[in-house]
């Protein structure tokens, strides 16, 4: 097992574009989180799924926002109408039922120009 | 809104110096989490205590989580080059009904051969 992996690892984009990302959590893990981190901040929590379930989401995340672990293994990350603020790394993590201990993956950075 | 803070953000040492990097929340944490991140990558799980007043040591790194479990501290010994980096402190917050870690912003340490 090589851990959480995310594609791409970079992404550049217009404003307006929509950008897709993906997580592969590790492989055993139920729990699949995502989070985004702005440059000078620690991580900050967008959303989780159990399973394939989306349980929480974060109020950063706006309705251009919108996440989907369809079978409950990989997830993607999809912004719709991208905006120069939109503009950081976004991490997603897994972790199994116990211990809740949750491990990152390199992330994707975008950047909107 | 749960807050967490990191101190001190910067840091530069000499190699062979100690250091202390805390981590402090006015609410009580269910668990703790450090971690590791080199710029570009994703953060690296270093240890998660859980029991108030528990001490962990990882090599040159003993981890402390405070007894009312709202602060914990991490120490490096003798630091060298390869410990540069930020560490990020992220707890999980008891009756919170949520798995989302709240971060710190982070503490950046140089070591300075």
């Known amino acids: 097992d090589t851990g959480v992996s995310q594609n791409p690892r970079h992404k550049i984009t217009k404003r307006g574009q929509n950008v897709t990302f993906r997580c592969d959590p590790i492989s055993e893990h139920n729990r699949l989180y995502w989070y985004r981190q702005t440059l000078g901040q620690g991580p900050e929590f967008l959303t989780y799924?159990?399973?394939?379930?989306?349980?929480?989401k974060s109020r950063l995340l706006s309705d251009r926002f919108s996440a989907e672990r369809p079978k409950g293994s990989f997830s993607t990350l999809e912004i719709q109408r991208t905006e120069q603020g939109d503009s950081a790394m976004y991490l997603c993590a897994s972790s199994p039922s116990t211990p809740d201990t949750q491990y990152f993956g390199p992330g994707t950075r975008l950047t909107v120009l | 809104t749960q807050l967490l803070e990191q101190s001190p953000q910067f840091l530069s040492i000499q190699e062979g110096e100690n250091l202390t990097v805390y981590c402090n929340s006015s609410s009580v944490f269910s668990s703790l989490q450090w971690y590791r991140q080199e710029p570009g990558e994703g953060p690296v799980l270093l240890v998660t205590?859980?029991?108030?007043?528990e001490v962990k040591k990882l090599k040159r790194l003993t981890f402390q989580f405070g007894d009312a479990r709202k602060d914990s501290s991490l120490h490096i010994t003798a630091a060298q080059p390869g410990d540069t980096g930020l560490y990020l402190c992220a707890g999980a917050y008891s009756g919170a009904g949520s798995y989302q870690l709240t971060f710190g912003k982070g503490t950046k340490l140089s070591v300075i051969p």
């Open positions: 799924f159990q399973n394939e379930a989306q349980l929480e």
């Open positions: 205590v859980v029991t108030g007043g």
